[in-house]
Nanobody, 123 residues
């Protein structure tokens, strides 16, 4: 079975930083591309960032580029999302996901999903 569990969410003020973690039970973690997605109330789930299995290639949504950084530690089966200069519009439930593709921003290519962690940014 596959289990992805996010952590690190919380309530912060605009301009603050937060780091999310996603621990995965995937048998061959390094063979999966990993991604972060978010969903705000009344909105559809949107792509945030993705990283290849080896960590050598990344991709970001325009809305977070320059502020967020995705990384992974394959020895710990963990992917991270460092979020800096947070804005109220970043408020959402953030979920990590695993894809059999090396790297993709398309949600339909992710087969395993975590339950998500809430990030709330106050103004």
């Amino acid at each position: 079975q596959v289990q992805l569990v996010e952590s690190g969410g919380g309530l912060v003020q605009a301009g603050a930083s937060l780091r999310l973690s996603c621990a995965a039970s995937l048998r061959t973690f390094s063979s999966y591309g990993m991604g972060w997605f978010r969903q705000a109330p009344g909105k559809e789930r949107e792509f945030v960032a993705a990283i290849s299995g080896g960590g050598g290639s990344t991709d970001y949504a325009d809305s977070v580029r320059g502020r967020f950084t995705i990384s992974r530690d394959n020895a710990k089966n963990t992917v991270y999302l460092q979020m800096n200069s947070l804005k109220p519009e970043d408020t959402a439930v953030y979920s990590c996901a695993a894809s059999t593709l090396e790297r993709t921003r398309w949600k339909n290519e992710y087969y395993y999903w975590g339950p998500g962690t809430q990030v709330t940014v106050s103004s």
